[in-house]
């Protein structure tokens, strides 16, 4: 099972063996209709029909493609190892890209899939350059595999070039009076707050926080790998964010969840959070308030690049070389503050980092340990 089903196993997910010995998964919800999964487990078709079966939606079995055509080459690319090795969030963004291509063009010769095919699907999508550049990605990633394990003789995607970007500013970072909005409209005990909050006091990327859940929460600290990178984040649950997750109806396998309690996909959410912040009469996005967090205005952030807690785990600081070590951290970090022993601390390489105060992120300028026990 990949990173995006949650261990243990999800709820609902339930296995049973045939009268013939054959292992079959069933999704069920309390005492509702049982609907069968048909893809093998541990496969991101499984997943699919999973989340589709607990949202409520039919689960069709798949169409075995026709050799030779461009669904049946995307079917083959996707049981191969160089797909395994891909990213979650890079794979669905992949999917997604291919489900729009194949709805008209499953059927499609590889033959007749050319330069002139790739620049034409590039040049519908060209108004909104990042799409055109995906799908231009995509291709090329699909049709480099083909050619390197032997499927087709020629890359229909060489030598075609992506969609140059505007120059913009960017996603629009939240100020201070948009996030006091967006808090007056949506108040404790909403799913836009809840959302509102984890994103803001995680630092986490959407599709991070769409699938946060309780699986991922130990001794008051999240522990989950980032869905874009793959790296481990470690990052502290301060008190308002757990505040708010208490006085918040939270899903079975996620913490923001749909009215019916199920996930949330990063999409989704993303386009589901945008109209809460519509509503709440701000223009911020999910992104856009992460930009902001990471610009440094007095919220606190998670950084990629930081290292663990320093008083969480063996080997976050040389400095603490014991196992389940504590470290408390004082001296001088901005004029004047001083940096409490409990306070939740990250770190760089170089020895500066950003502390958790009162709720506030902190730049630390220099750092001193005081004590290890």
Not at 56 to 83: F, H, I, M, N
Not at 85 to 110: C, F, W, Y
Request: hydrophobic share 35%.
């Amino acid at each position: 099972m990949n990173d995006a089903m949650p261990r243990p196993r999800p709820p609902h997910l339930i296995r049973e063996v045939t009268r013939h010995g054959k292992v079959i998964w069933v999704v069920r919800i309390g005492h509702g209709p049982r609907t069968r999964l048909r893809a093998a487990y541990g496969t991101p078709e499984f997943e699919a029909e999973y989340y589709a079966a607990v949202r409520g939606e039919a689960v069709s079995a798949p169409r075995k493609a026709s050799a030779g055509t461009l669904q049946w080459l995307w079917d083959d690319y996707r049981r191969s190892s160089t797909w395994s090795s891909l990213a979650n969030a890079t794979r669905r963004q992949r999917e997604n890209i291919m489900r729009g291509v194949l709805k008209d063009a499953s059927d499609m010769p590889l033959s007749a899939v050319d330069r002139d095919a790739i620049i034409d699907g590039r040049e519908r999508r060209a108004k909104t350059p990042s799409q055109a550049n995906n799908f231009l990605n995509t291709m090329r990633a699909l049709f480099s595999w083909a050619v390197g394990n032997g499927r087709i003789k020629k890359d229909p995607t060489e030598g075609v070039k992506i969609v140059k970007r505007p120059k913009t500013g960017g996603f629009h970072a939240w100020t201070e009076d948009e996030v006091s909005h967006f808090e007056a409209h949506w108040p404790i005990g909403t799913r836009e707050r809840l959302a509102f909050t984890i994103l803001l006091y995680t630092g986490l990327r959407r599709g991070d926080a769409a699938i946060l859940g309780r699986q991922h929460v130990s001794d008051g600290v999240i522990l989950m790998r980032a869905e874009k990178t793959g790296t481990q984040l470690t990052i502290p649950i301060l008190p308002e964010l757990a505040r708010v997750i208490a006085a918040t109806k939270t899903g079975d396998l996620t913490f923001v969840a749909t009215p019916s309690g199920g996930p949330m996909r990063k999409e989704s959410f993303g386009n589901w959070f945008g109209q809460a912040c519509r509503e709440a009469g701000v223009s911020g996005s999910a992104h856009g308030l992460r930009k902001a967090g990471a610009q440094g205005w007095g919220r606190p952030q998670h950084l990629d690049y930081a290292t663990q807690p320093c008083h969480r785990g063996p080997g976050s600081l040389s400095a603490c070389p014991e196992p389940g070590s504590r470290a408390g951290f004082a001296g001088v970090t901005v004029p004047g503050q001083v940096v409490p022993e409990n306070a939740p601390v990250f770190t760089r390489q170089d020895g500066s980092g950003t502390a958790f105060v009162d709720g506030h992120r902190v730049p630390l300028v220099r750092t001193l340990i005081a004590s290890c026990g």
